[in-house]
């Protein structure tokens, strides 16, 4: 397959203050086509809104896709490439203490699974257009849920 084939997903996440008002962003490029996704959640946390914005850009994918997502959370790269299968392996459990935000690890589980994933980090407000975008798209959403709550 070529690189034309593979849906390329930027994604980012973050709060102000942490824990506080959250929001996400994702960038999905697939050939010629552009698409942005954001949300948000009143209470939540920089890993929370990270793991929200992998969720929802995979869910948004309409049949089985070649994916490689790209963020800049160590937190669920590391999650999902090498923490989650031990979790797994143990019943979803660590070997010592829970495991935080296990129901969003479930969901971004269950997504990943509806596709074939390759996953990338970059580091965070670098230059890499498609990450500065999500950024944006994040913070945008957190402005959008503070005027709400005025």
């Given amino acids: 397959m070529s690189d034309r ?19 996400w962003g994702a960038v999905l490029r697939h ?8 949300g948000g959640e009143w209470e939540s946390t ?3 809104m990270e793991l ?6 995979l869910n948004a994918l ?3 896709c070649r994916v490689r997502l790209v963020t800049d959370s160590q937190y669920v790269k590391n999650g999902v490439t090498q923490w989650m299968p031990g979790w797994k392996a143990r019943g979803w459990k660590r070997k ?3 495991i935080k935000n296990l129901e969003l690890w479930k969901r971004l589980d269950e ?3 509806a596709h074939d994933v390759e996953w990338d980090w970059v580091k965070g407000h670098s230059g ?5 975008r999500c950024d944006e798209l994040a913070s945008q959403e957190i402005a959008r849920l503070r005027m709400e709550h005025v």
């Fill in 46 to 48: 920089n890993n929370r």
């Fill in 31 to 38: 050939g010629g086509k552009y698409k942005e996704l954001s």
């Fill in 111 to 113: 997504a990943v699974q």
């Fill in 96 to 98: 010592t203490g829970a």
């Fill in 52 to 57: 929200m914005a992998a969720i929802e850009s």
């Fill in 128 to 132: 890499v257009e498609d990450n500065e």
């Fill in 62 to 64: 309409k049949r089985r």
């Fill in 5 to 23: 084939d593979v849906v390329v997903i930027y994604t980012d996440g973050g709060c102000a203050p942490n824990p506080g008002v959250g929001g």
